[in-house]
């Protein structure tokens, strides 16, 4: 099969072909056609010369002296044929001395014979010039067809491996020379880097809003604080969350069992006050020592007044009514039935629905220089295409802790728009607060430098 193989010059050239498809490295490709080659054309010495890199490979060995006298005039022999428009395929020595009748000299010296060239298709990377040399004057050349395919398929697989890997930046490198050319006529300002450098500080000088974000609700401007009055257990609750009430209305009432019991005490001890000093009263008409004691029994008489007075105080201020209308904002009413309340503390709030405002939390790390009138929208998380204009009203002075385990400032904007029936108190969203105009590269790198900065001294 194998003497079959080496008999048949077309079954050479498919082979060769499929050897040459399996290479995978361009220093390999070039030993196998200096060296292979002689299955289809016998010949003594195979010589690969590239244009602009010299001798790259040579036939029956794997390093060559570059500087050697051979090595120096084969190179200038290669470069004068591959110079030539119309190189013959067939050289002999009358070729060469037609061309340079020095290297014509050292022809027998070196070669003797003759000479086969091919200029390898490359398709704008030639690889250069493979000669053949020290044929035999009988050698038959009928084969030639064949070299010239199989050359054409080395060239191919050339090409496949020398092909650079990244393209866009070998395209961008000509089009940026191209561009260079077609520049250096113009002035400075006209030309595209100086236009595109311009262009981006431009770019990083545009003013943009400087904008930060924040946690807020809906909340009332100016609730009324329904607090307790006086301490006890809370019995019942007369209004529910979010209802309207007017003023005078009951909200809720204490259990009120153990005042009227102390009601009556103080009421009984009153009588009992009164009935004596109506006694003693009548009997200092004739008794000295009954008129020293009506002094004493006046100033008695009038603490339990005063006792039974202030416990009906109390007693009235068990139900606790509406000082002002709006509407009522309490969690869950049945959270404080049978709870104990201490005096002062606050059980709900009485807000007025015209008169609401936003209630935002500002970070650390965002709290800007704003103006004093700063604008602030408000982005509900139920209605995200609906948001609120508001107008700042104030900022805390000092950072407060949050639930959420950090620290934040209180910040408070007045709605611009009377609030319509869709804007309820307790409303979440996020506020976005403007801190006036910027260049875009302050906006762009603002964060990344406080953050670089928590860890460098600069």
Excluded at 45 to 73: H, K, N
Excluded at 121 to 145: K, W
Excluded at 148 to 173: D, G, I, K, M
Aim: glycine share 6%; proline share 6%.
């Amino acid at each position: 099969m194998t003497q079959n193989l080496e008999q048949n010059p077309l079954l050479i050239t498919l082979d060769l072909a499929h050897r040459a498809r399996t290479v995978g490295e361009l220093q390999g490709l070039f030993f196998m056609l200096v060296n292979d080659s002689k299955r289809l054309l016998p010949y003594r010495q195979a010589v690969l010369w590239r244009e602009g890199q010299g001798i790259a490979c040579v036939s029956g060995v794997t390093q060559f002296d570059a500087g050697s006298p051979y090595m120096l005039w084969l190179g200038k022999l290669c470069q004068l044929l591959y110079a030539q428009a119309e190189l013959p395929r067939l050289l002999h020595v009358g070729d060469v001395a037609a061309l340079d009748p020095l290297l014509a000299e050292a022809w027998s010296q070196w070669l003797g014979g003759s000479l086969v060239c091919f200029v390898l298709p490359a398709e704008g990377d030639t690889p250069g010039l493979l000669c053949l040399m020290q044929l035999e004057p009988e050698q038959d050349t009928a084969s030639m067809p064949l070299l010239e395919e199989w050359f054409s398929t080395w060239a191919y697989c050339y090409r496949a491996l020398a092909r650079p890997r990244f393209q866009w930046r070998h395209v961008l490198r000509r089009r940026w020379q191209q561009w260079r050319s077609l520049e250096e006529e113009l002035p400075w300002w006209k030309r595209r880097h100086a236009v595109f450098g311009m262009g981006v500080v431009a770019l990083l000088l545009f003013p943009v809003q400087l904008t930060v974000l924040a946690p807020a609700e809906i909340v009332p401007a100016r609730p009324v604080m329904v607090r307790a009055p006086l301490e006890g257990v809370i019995k019942q609750f007369f209004v529910q969350p979010n209802t309207r009430v007017k003023v005078g209305q009951p909200l809720y009432a204490y259990d009120d069992e153990a005042l009227r019991a102390k009601l009556e005490v103080a009421s009984q001890a009153l009588q009992a006050a009164e009935s004596e000093y109506r006694q003693y009263a009548q009997l200092a008409l004739s008794d000295q020592k009954s008129k020293n004691q009506i002094a004493a029994l006046q100033a008695k008489l009038n603490e339990k007044q005063i006792e039974q007075e202030f416990l009906q105080g109390q007693l009235a201020r068990a139900t606790v009514l509406a000082s002002s209308d709006g509407v009522a904002v309490i969690d869950e009413p049945t959270e404080w039935i049978g709870k104990p309340v201490q005096i002062g503390e606050r059980v709900m709030k009485l807000a007025r629905p015209d008169e609401l405002e936003v209630e935002a939390w500002l970070s650390l790390s965002d709290r800007l220089d704003f103006a004093s009138d700063a604008e602030l929208r408000f982005y509900r998380a139920a209605l995200p295409f609906s948001p609120l204009d508001a107008r700042l009203r104030y900022i805390a002075y000092e950072a407060q802790p949050r639930p959420e385990g950090h620290f934040a400032y209180r910040v408070r904007a007045g709605l611009l728009q009377q609030p319509s029936g869709d804007v309820q108190i307790g409303q979440r969203g996020t506020a976005k607060l403007y801190a006036g105009w910027t260049p875009l590269v302050y906006w762009a790198l603002r964060k990344p430098i406080a953050a670089v900065r928590q860890y460098l001294a600069i």
